[in-house]
């Protein structure tokens, strides 16, 4: 079965520093779809970045980079240059083939930036 | 500008009334989704939709019912609200095809408390 673990359930991170989220899953089809949400403290949850499990590069959108290692089925989220504004809910979340419709996530990790 | 919107951002009901949770997008998505979210449990998926009239249920559907008579509007119901329905309710939609990711697009969120 599909699986997503998150096994950081808060940080904190001085503000400019470099951040890493952890994120492993487990499935045994070999195309599927890794994705990072942010949710705020306001509720709504924000698409930050996707890797594909056949995309030859890290995926990377402005701060937001993904650290996608496929032998060892993790999709580390990396924030360069943290921003207090960064301080919220993280999920990871897999799609895979079987399933195109839904996501499976991850229970979320609470990030908060120091200032 | 892409929108999902969610009917009502804040609910208090009584035990046993009868809720609606209505979301609507505009982005003429095949997909929507119910999302139950509690901390530290992440997403769970209560009933989704691939086409009009068409539902699935998700991994918690008991309690809950949905309906989905229009592309862009789908109604999650509560018949007889109960206390440990107290939780945060998101609803999402997507388009999953050739060259798309199948991203969620998420609505704000309906906080529902149930006295």
């Known amino acids: 079965a599909q699986k997503i673990t998150q096994t950081q359930p808060g940080m904190f991170v001085q503000e400019k520093e470099a951040v890493t989220l952890d994120c492993t899953y487990d499935?045994?089809?070999?195309?599927?779809?890794l994705f990072w949400y942010k949710q705020p403290s306001s509720g709504e949850m924000i698409f930050l970045i996707y890797?594909?499990?056949?995309d030859q590069q890290n995926a990377t959108e402005g701060r937001y980079s993904l650290n996608f290692q496929k032998a060892r089925k993790s999709a580390n989220l990396v924030i360069s240059a943290s921003q207090l504004g960064d301080s919220a809910m993280y999920f990871c979340?897999?799609?895979?083939?079987?399933?195109?419709?839904?996501?499976?996530w991850g229970a979320g990790t609470k990030l908060i930036i120091k200032p | 500008d892409v929108k999902v919107t969610q009917s009502s951002r804040y609910l208090v009901k009584r035990t046993g009334e009868k809720v609606f949770l209505e979301c609507v997008q505009d982005?003429?998505?095949?997909?929507m989704f119910w999302y139950r979210q509690d901390p530290g449990l992440g997403l769970r998926l209560i009933y989704f939709?691939?086409?009009?009239?068409?539902?699935e249920k998700g991994d918690i559907p008991e309690g809950y019912s949905v309906s989905r008579e229009k592309k862009e509007r789908f109604s999650l119901i509560l018949e007889s609200a109960s206390t440990n329905q107290t939780s945060m309710y998101l609803c999402?939609?997507?388009?999953f095809g050739q060259g798309n990711t199948g991203e969620l697009f998420f609505g704000e969120g309906s906080r529902l408390t149930v006295l």
């Open positions: 999402a939609s997507s388009f």
């Open positions: 982005m003429d998505h095949e997909n």
């Open positions: 939709s691939y086409d009009v009239k068409m539902k």
């Open positions: 499935t045994s089809d070999p195309s599927y779809g």
């Open positions: 890797q594909g499990s056949y």
């Open positions: 979340a897999m799609r895979g083939p079987d399933s195109n419709y839904q996501l499976i």
